[in-house]
């Protein structure tokens, strides 16, 4: 079993920054695909970004692309989501994910194919 913690959400105007972190516990989770996605208030879960086990292949979706960035520090069993430029419409709950079946170079952006998540860290951008 894997754990997984976020943290960094918080209260920013647009235009400004966060950091989400997702600290994995329970099983080392180095090898696999993690990926973040956002949940917004009577919308649905979407993928807004993913890192592959490897660490070497990136993917974001359009809603993130030019603004986010995944990344992965195994060391410290901890993904990030650099998150810039940010808009009201990323107001969301943001929840991190690992995929434990992943090959070392997939990024995986269905949440179908996760098998552990967070419980999420709350993201509020005023305008």
């Known amino acids: 079993q894997v754990q997984l913690v976020e943290s960094g959400g918080g209260l920013v105007q647009a235009g400004g920054s966060l950091r989400l972190s997702c600290t994995a516990s ?3 989770a180095s090898s696999y695909a993690m990926g973040w996605f956002r ?5 649905e879960r979407e ?5 592959s086990g490897s660490g070497g292949y ?5 809603n993130a ?4 960035t995944v990344s992965r ?17 990323d107001t969301a ?7 434990r079946g992943a090959e070392p170079t997939a990024i995986p952006t269905m949440s179908r194919y996760y098998d552990y998540w967070g419980q999420g860290t709350q993201v509020t951008v005023s305008s």
Request: hydrophobic share 40%.
């Open 26 to 28: 329970g099983r080392t």
């Open 39 to 43: 949940q917004a208030p009577g919308k």
């Open 47 to 51: 993928f807004v970004a993913a890192i």
């Open 58 to 62: 990136i993917y974001a979706a359009d």
């Open 65 to 68: 692309k030019g603004r986010f």
């Open 73 to 89: 520090d195994n060391a410290k069993n901890t993904v990030y989501l650099q998150m810039n430029s940010l808009k009201p419409e």
């Open 93 to 99: 709950v943001y929840y991190c994910a690992a995929d």
